[in-house]
């Protein structure tokens, strides 16, 4: 897609308070009136035409609607409520998997100094060490691409350009992504470990 | 606004994870009240003290609401990954939009159920917290002691 010209939300509304006219590379909708089939130049058509109808058109066409940025914004905070969420239960989920680890090497530790092979404590604590990990390094990711969204919706409200909103509706992805995957690991996990459990 | 082949793809990648998410949830959802009815009824319909009856009662309550609760969230998903669905379908920014705000309305709603089970979970602990501090200070560390003479 073409970048076209950044126009902050701020500077439409105030061209908009003011009636002046927003520069338009391109606009997408012909500002030609019915019957005409683009024969008349633009300029006498726009003095002939509705001008408030025209401006709206042409504002709507040159960037990220406000409706949308409204939602966006809306979205952030509790997007950063839920991010916070995540990092916390990565550190807890950091805490109890390096917790099981130090049971692990104690219980390895309590062996006998000649014997070599390791006790099925100490595997039975790594194994669930290693889903908690899974899940620190799951909480994580999703705690960051959530960071990642609102640090894209900030910088789409500050430019208003569907570029930036590119990568705020690809973050998005990302977060269902990473979500619906964690949810199939899990589920895969849970079914090896009542295998393993039978 | 003009709609990019980047945007429609960001949604129509969006939208198998979603419905993913949502027919898991409903499926867990409906087990979860299931098993708030069924151990509601068969605890009722089973022969024994009125009592025992009702102390299974907000078990299964418990189960309800955790199921309802559920139940409303995947409906704001699902109501989200149909407005994708329009979405990748037209094109049109109002689509977009509609999607956005479903968007915004799962996440307020989880963000504020979030809110309220935290923090009954915290007044939860705080009141079993004093419970205990009672039955050490005043039980000679029974719990049930402590109980016992908050009631009298």
């Known amino acids: 897609m073409a970048r076209k010209r950044h126009v902050p939300v701020k500077k439409r509304a105030k061209k908009k308070a003011s009636g002046e006219a927003p520069a338009a590379s391109t606009p997408e909708a012909p500002l030609v009136a019915p019957g005409d089939a683009g024969v008349k130049p633009r300029a006498p058509v726009i003095a002939q035409s509705k001008p408030k109808a025209l401006l709206s058109a042409v504002r709507d066409d040159m960037g990220v609607p406000d409706d949308i940025l409204v939602e966006l914004k809306g979205t952030t905070g509790w997007l950063m409520f839920a991010a916070v969420l995540q990092f916390l239960g990565a550190l807890g989920c950091l805490v109890v998997g390096g917790l099981l680890i130090l049971q692990a090497v104690l219980l390895q530790g309590s062996m006998n100094a000649g014997e070599v092979r390791v006790s099925v404590g100490s595997l039975g604590a790594i194994a669930v060490a290693a889903g908690f990990l899974i899940g620190m390094f799951i909480y994580l990711m999703l705690g960051l691409r959530m960071v990642r969204f609102c640090n894209a919706v900030g910088r789409v409200r500050q430019s208003g350009d569907e570029h930036d909103l590119e990568f705020v509706l690809g973050y998005l992805r990302g977060i269902w992504q990473i979500l619906g995957a964690s949810i199939l690991v899990m589920l895969v996990l849970s079914v090896v470990s009542a295998l393993i459990a039978r | ?152």
């Open chain 2, 1 to 152: 606004m003009k709609t990019s082949a980047y945007m429609l793809d960001a949604m129509r990648g969006t939208r198998p994870w979603i419905t993913f998410i949502c027919v898991l949830g409903f499926l867990g959802a409906f087990i979860t009240i299931l098993a708030g009815l069924l151990s509601g009824g068969m605890a009722f319909l089973q022969k024994g003290e009125m009592g025992e009856k009702l102390a299974v009662l907000p078990v299964a309550l418990l189960f309800l609401i955790n199921g309802g609760i559920a139940l409303y969230l995947l409906t704001r998903l699902w109501a989200f990954g149909s407005s994708i669905g329009q979405f990748s379908e037209s094109g049109a920014t109002s689509a977009l939009k509609q999607g956005l705000a479903q968007h915004r309305q799962f996440w307020k709603a989880w963000g504020i159920i979030t809110i309220v089970l935290m923090s009954l979970n915290v007044i939860a602990v705080g009141i079993l917290f004093f419970l205990g501090m009672l039955g050490w200070a005043f039980g000679g560390g029974e719990f049930d002691a402590a109980a016992i003479q908050l009631i009298q």
